[in-house]
């Protein structure tokens, strides 16, 4: 059974930072893709920064681009995203995926196989 659980959310004052993490067990963790996504209030899942299995050079949307450092440790099984110099909103639940499916968009939350339930990042103003 996989099992994919994120930690590390919090509530922070704008400028403040974060580092997320995310374990996975029950599959061969560097063998997938993975993503960091976040959900926030009345808004669609928005994948934010998604790293390879193979090539370690993540991708980051423009928004967060300069801000947030994706990282893995696959002897950890684990995946890392340091947030820095937050915005009120950046506020959401971020969760990450695992599972990339070959040949898919590695932001869409649909591409992934398995997910965890989020933790949630609250930056003030």
């Known amino acids: 059974q996989v099992q994919v659980a994120e930690s590390g959310g919090g509530l922070v004052q704008a400028g403040g930072s974060l580092t997320l993490s995310c374990t996975v067990s029950?599959?061969?963790?560097?063998?997938?893709?993975m993503v960091w996504f976040r959900q926030s209030p009345g808004k669609e899942p928005e994948g934010v920064s998604c790293i390879g299995a193979a090539d370690m050079t993540p991708y980051y949307i423009e928004a967060v681009k300069g801000r947030f450092t994706t990282s893995r440790d696959n002897a950890k099984r684990t995946l890392y995203l340091q947030l820095n110099n937050l915005k009120p909103e950046d506020t959401g639940t971020y969760f990450c995926a695992t599972g990339l499916r070959m040949g898919t968009s590695c932001t869409k939350l649909d591409s992934y196989t398995h997910w965890g339930q989020g933790t949630q990042v609250t930056v003030s103003s």
């Open positions: 029950g599959l061969r963790f560097g063998d997938h893709g």
